[in-house]
């Protein structure tokens, strides 16, 4: 099946560094997610990109829609000890286009690590 | 407003029971989608629901079953449970239309004994 390949598996860095991570697809999706999730919990929508190129910040998030639909990265600036968690990057094919396939697609996973 | 809502957060089966797990959409979606977490296979698609219709479906056993009620509520079931079945179970919810973004609950951890 359709596989997002998400780089790095994990990451080490000091406070106040600057992180970016990034996904790529086999194929294209319509939508780009990407999600935090913390031990015992759901993953928590940080960013949502519906269209190619899209650039998209939510506070020191900052997440791109790669233009040929095929990647997607996100950057943390600033990094602090609340950071830590697993990153995933999602894809769905359902969107501005009118498909319904809402099933998402998922990368393996980003572990950061933030020592204060 | 509300978010997504799973019940039970936990629970332990034995092999070869049969488990309900049940999931409240945000108010106003109309899609639910299932996805099963584990170490191994990361974030796996089960199956979405939108107005109490099967819309797409992932590549599990017939044993994984799910439905959606006329208020969007929906409940998953895994009958004859293996080992294997042992799990975090992540619900999924949106309006299911174009443009739409996807917000997860806390989970369901299903333990097989």
């Known amino acids: 099946g359709q596989q997002l390949n998400q780089s790095p598996q994990s990451m080490f860095i000091q406070e106040g560094e600057d992180v970016s991570m990034n996904c790529t697809s086999s194929?294209?999706?319509?939508?780009w997610l990407w999600y935090k999730q913390d031990p015992g919990e759901g993953p928590v929508l940080l960013i949502a990109?519906?269209?190619?190129?899209e650039l998209t910040s939510n506070g020191r998030l900052t997440a791109q829609f790669g233009i040929t639909r095929k990647d997607s990265f996100l950057n943390i600036s600033a990094s602090i000890p609340s950071d830590v968690g697993i990153y995933f990057c999602a894809g769905h094919l359902g969107g501005t286009s009118g498909g319904s396939n809402y099933k998402l697609t998922f990368g393996k996973g980003t572990l950061l690590t933030v020592n204060p | 407003k509300a978010g997504v809502t799973q019940t039970p957060r936990y629970l332990i089966k034995t092999r070869g029971q049969q488990v309900t797990l049940s999931c409240s959409p945000i108010s106003g979606h109309r899609s639910v989608s299932w996805y099963q977490q584990t170490p191994g296979q990361g974030l796996q698609f089960l199956f979405e629901?939108?107005?109490?219709?099967?819309?797409n479906k992932g590549n599990f056993p017939g044993r994984f079953s799910g439905r959606q009620f006329s208020n969007s509520r929906s409940e998953m079931n895994v009958s004859t449970l293996e080992l294997g079945d042992s799990a975090l179970y992540l619900c999924a919810t949106s309006t299911g239309s174009s443009g739409n973004t996807i917000y997860f609950g806390e989970g369901s951890w299903l333990t097989v004994v």
């Open positions: 629901y939108f107005s109490e219709t099967q819309r």
């Open positions: 990109l519906y269209k190619a190129g």
């Open positions: 194929s294209i999706f319509n939508t």
